[in-house]
């Protein structure tokens, strides 16, 4: 084994509710890989760098308005408190990037990463910008604070380590791996409640599944993703034929 091998991927979790970790990053593969020292994760209780005797964390936002904002000192101090060791330092919230499989794939084939999550209203954006904070989103919707997204990201880029799957196509052969999205799977029995099983998948032609599969895997990102398959379609040197359909309208 290499050293670089050896080197097990971190990831430190801030939050004002710790004990939502490890939460499902302690289940399946994931908790597995973190048995196996894969990788490892830490939590910081934000909580813990309040100062006055109510251990508030929070205030009301300058300018007015509803809700409440985590207060810079005490997100500072709990930030500086983590050792980063050349890890990104990552604030989870609505208002971020999207988070895409092209970066859980850097974060992945990093040292780790230590992560930030909101509640409240959100944070000081000074803190955002003085320790050089990248935002990111898991989508466009609102969640209650930054734990569930934290997770989802983590278990995202766990599951690219090496190691981590036991078959190593299962990462690959899947949707967003080739910018589309996936095809549709089948097991036994043949038939279920009158529905079969699509009877090239059965014919033992492989290049005739593959093919199958491939126009699936078109198909179905057209329809649902017409963003990704113009993406895709760019990446092969192809114009998107969207632009011009829209043209017509
Ligand atoms: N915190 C609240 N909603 C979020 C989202 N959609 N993504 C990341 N963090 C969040």
New binding site residues.
């Given amino acids: 084994m290499t050293d670089a091998a050896k080197i097990t991927w971190r990831a430190t979790v801030l939050s004002l509710y710790p004990d939502a970790f490890p939460g499902v990053l302690g289940t399946s593969v994931i908790g597995t890989a973190e048995q196996n020292g894969l990788w490892q994760l830490e939590t910081v209780d934000i909580r813990d760098f309040a100062v006055n005797r109510h251990r508030t964390v929070d205030g009301p936002p300058a300018g007015g308005g509803a809700g409440l904002v985590l207060k810079p000192d005490i997100s500072a101090k709990a930030i500086d408190s983590v050792v980063r060791d050349d890890r990104p330092l990552l604030y ?3 208002r ?1 990037r999207p988070l895409t499989q092209d970066r859980v794939r850097q974060l992945a084939s990093g040292p780790g990463l230590v992560c930030f ?2 509640r409240f209203e959100g944070l000081d954006q000074r803190v955002i910008e003085s320790r050089g904070m990248e935002e ?11 734990e569930v ?1 934290a997770q989802a990201m983590i278990e995202a880029c766990v599951r690219l380590l090496p190691g981590v799957l036991g078959n190593s196509e299962s990462a690959l052969d899947e949707s967003f791996e080739d910018g589309l999205l996936e095809y549709p799977l089948y097991t036994r029995p043949r038939e279920f409640e009158g529905r079969a099983i699509p009877a090239v998948l059965t014919s033992g032609d492989h290049g005739a599944v593959d093919r199958w599969r491939r126009t699936q895997m078109e198909e179905i990102t057209k329809a649902r993703r017409p963003d990704l398959w113009d993406a895709h379609l760019e990446r092969k040197g192809e114009s998107p034929l969207r632009s011009e359909d829209n043209e017509r309208d």
């Fill in positions: 989870m919230t609505p971020g999550c909101g990111v989103s898991i989508g466009d919707f609102v969640l209650a604070g930054g997204a």
